[in-house]
């Protein structure tokens, strides 16, 4: 045997660098599925399945090939539950000289990958990951050369590097943002397209199956899974958000209606981040689309900057800042996770819908959890380790290095400001003012204090009374802090309490 080449379950690509070089005859390709990585923490049923669905599929794949494909299965009576001890185990099987493996995702595991030389006493190679626009050290070449990073710096140079929305220097469309353009509420009379759902096949039915039995404790429904677990499906996808849902996800992007779970979001996040799309493909599928006149300016910019832009610099942002990144805590914030973020079982109808679509669907679309699920947990001060750890578990896109920045740094601003200009806090207006959810509340929106007042409206004055010392310089937050200003002491203390009294029966299980 030469090579065993590993391949973890977010790198089913077949351009995946530990390929490069294979030689089908001697070489093998490991895969392994392991209790550890579904374990860690408490992952949504349909996480599971999407992943060692779509590994499954991906090793036919390979065997369809010709490749030597060693997969260890979760329901083999050998498995021994980690990767590090399935790689022991791989290595007296196959007798390698040399371990190949693309560096993983998330740091935790490239900290594992490092430990297999001195167990198995053989050279690991580890590869870049070429699957992403900017290299880990391209990041840090932009990030080491200026003071503050700012996702929309980043992106314009990813933009003219990458040639992708330019019309020779300068953006098209004349400006780098349409933004402002896409902030419409949506009228209750605009009928929403269907979205494409996947039947599961034979194989991915075994699958569900056994996370059933294995990981029935685990949050979310199972039966309603629907997500591309092969790289045919998610082309599918894609271009089913092209057709049916790019045209109008700028207007709509931040839009929210009760009972619609995917609006015009384009729901390939997990195959992107498994490895079945690549982002180069996507930038250029949408490019082309508006070059095709099938999509407005607006739609294609306002995705591909999510893409180019906020994907490559979230990434960047994560190997910069671990290990320590994970325990950033700059605001101090130290309450426990409410048991609704698992039950679903508040009277906040806001909060009640996002996390019924994330039971359902693995999914909630970013203004959900960043100005409904996110926002509660910044003004409420929940741990941020606790809801790092919620995001983490129960979206079907949910991978570290994606999820841990979005969450630390933009939900819950607990890295102060290295990823974020601001904190994004609100109060229920913008709530209001982005989703039919307030209508069916038993809260008043319009009540600022007072029974039945909106907590997401004095719990917004109370988190900035509480901590005006870390963000009253911040020139963004000028405009609420000169409102807290005018203030009397009287009416500071009378929101602080109110806030407090609200927590205090969150956590005691009297409310909600
Ligand atoms: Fe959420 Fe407040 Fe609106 Fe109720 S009234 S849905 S709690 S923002």
């Known amino acids: 045997m030469n090579a065993l080449r590993v391949i973890l379950g977010d790198q089913l690509s077949l351009n995946l660098a530990t390929l490069d070089n294979l030689d089908p005859n001697r070489d093998a390709i490991l895969m392994m599925e392991v209790m550890e990585e579904n374990t860690y923490v408490g992952h949504h049923k349909q996480k599971i ?66 430990s297999w030389e001195g167990l198995t006493g053989l ?26 990073w700012r996702m929309e710096h980043f992106y314009r140079e990813m933009r003219r590097e990458h040639k992708i929305l330019m019309d020779g220097d300068r953006p098209e469309g004349g400006v780098w943002n349409f933004d402002s353009k896409n902030r419409k509420s949506l009228r209750a009379d605009v009928s929403l397209p269907k979205r494409l759902r996947f ?49 109008w996800f700028g207007d709509y992007q931040d839009a929210m209606k009760t009972g619609e779970r995917f609006l015009y979001h384009s729901l390939i996040a997990p195959s992107l981040n498994l490895g079945l799309l690549s982002p180069h493909e996507v930038c250029s599928a949408v490019e082309d689309a508006w070059h095709e006149g099938r999509v407005p300016i607006n739609a294609a910019e306002g995705f591909i900057r999510q893409v180019l832009g906020w994907r490559e610099y979230v990434r960047g942002v994560y190997w910069m800042m671990m290990p320590k990144y994970a325990d950033a805590n700059t605001l101090g914030a130290s309450r426990p996770l409410p048991d609704f973020y698992w039950s679903g079982k508040t009277d906040l109808h806001c909060l009640s819908e996002a996390i019924k679509s994330t039971h359902q669907t693995a999914y909630s679309h970013h203004i959900q959890r960043l100005m409904i699920t996110g926002n509660f947990a910044l003004l409420a001060g929940i741990t941020p380790r606790e809801i790092e750890r919620w995001y983490l578990a129960v979206y079907a ?20 400001g290295k990823m974020a200009s601001k904190p994004y806090a609100s109060s229920g207006a913008y709530i209001n003012r982005m989703s039919d959810f307030c209508k069916g509340c038993s809260y008043d929106v319009k009540k600022k204090t007072g029974s039945n007042a909106c907590p997401f409206n004095y719990l917004y004055w109370a988190f900035l009374i509480q901590n005006q010392s870390h963000l009253d310089k911040n020139p963004r937050m000028a405009l609420p802090y000169r409102t807290l200003a005018k203030w009397s002491s009287e009416k500071k203390v009378s929101y602080l309490n109110e806030a407090e009294k609200f927590l205090t029966s969150l956590n005691s299980g009297q409310s909600s």
Request: overall charge negative; proline content about 5%; aromatic content about 10%.
């Open 49 to 114: 399945v999407m992943v060692l669905a779509a590994m499954r599929h991906f090793a036919e794949t390979l065997s369809k090939r010709g490749f030597i494909v060693d997969y260890v299965k979760l329901d083999d009576p050998d498995n021994t539950g980690s990767f590090t001890t399935e790689i022991q185990r791989a290595v007296l099987r196959h007798r390698p000289n040399r371990i190949v493996v693309t560096e993983p995702s998330e740091w935790r595991v490239l900290e594992m990958v490092k």
């Open 199 to 247: 039947e599961p096949d034979p194989a991915t039915r075994e699958v569900m199956a056994l996370v059933a039995q294995r990981f029935g404790e685990h949050f979310g429904q199972l039966d309603t899974f629907g997500w591309p677990v092969t790289r045919a499906q998610a082309l599918e996808a894609l271009q089913d958000f092209i057709t049916n849902a790019l045209p």
């Open 397 to 416: 896109d949910a991978v570290e290095w994606v999820e841990m920045p979005n969450t630390l740094g933009m939900a819950v601003f607990a890295d102060g």
């Open 123 to 148: 050279s690991i190679e580890i590869c870049a990951d070429h699957r992403f626009f900017a290299s880990r050290g391209r990041f840090a070449a932009w990030a080491n050369s200026r003071r503050s």
